[in-house]
Nanobody
């Protein structure tokens, strides 16, 4: 079974910074893309940032210039550096792995982490 484990959420004041990390495990051969999505209370889940296996990056307009997505040093890890946080960034942040190919198992799958809470408040 593929597992995505997130860490790094918490409470921060407006203008502050947080770094989220996500590690995928479970006999993974390859992953097409990893990324972060978020869901605020009463709102739909939305894309924050994604990075493909070739390094192509996509950001939501609302986070461009403030958030940076990157690969971690370990294989199948993705980081999200969040700077100049705003109250409207408050949400549960979910890690996503898309196009996961597992060893000795045919097909591709998409997986989600359990989510980590980010609260921006004074």
């Amino acid at each position: 079974q593929v597992q995505l484990v997130e860490s790094g959420g918490g409470l921060v004041q407006p203008g502050g910074s947080l770094r989220l990390s996500c590690a995928a495990s479970g006999s993974i051969f390859s992953i097409d893309a990893m990324g972060w999505y978020r869901q605020a209370p009463g709102k739909q889940r939305e894309l924050v940032a994604t990075i493909t296996s070739s390094g192509r990056i996509n950001y939501a307009e609302s986070v461009k210039g403030r958030f940076t997505i990157s690969r971690g040093n370990a294989k199948n890890m993705v980081l999200l550096q969040m700077n100049t946080l705003k109250r409207e960034d408050t949400a549960v942040y979910y890690c996503n792995a898309e196009g996961v190919v597992r060893m000795f198992i045919a097909g591709r799958g998409d997986y989600w982490g359990q989510g980590t809470q980010v609260t921006v408040s004074s």
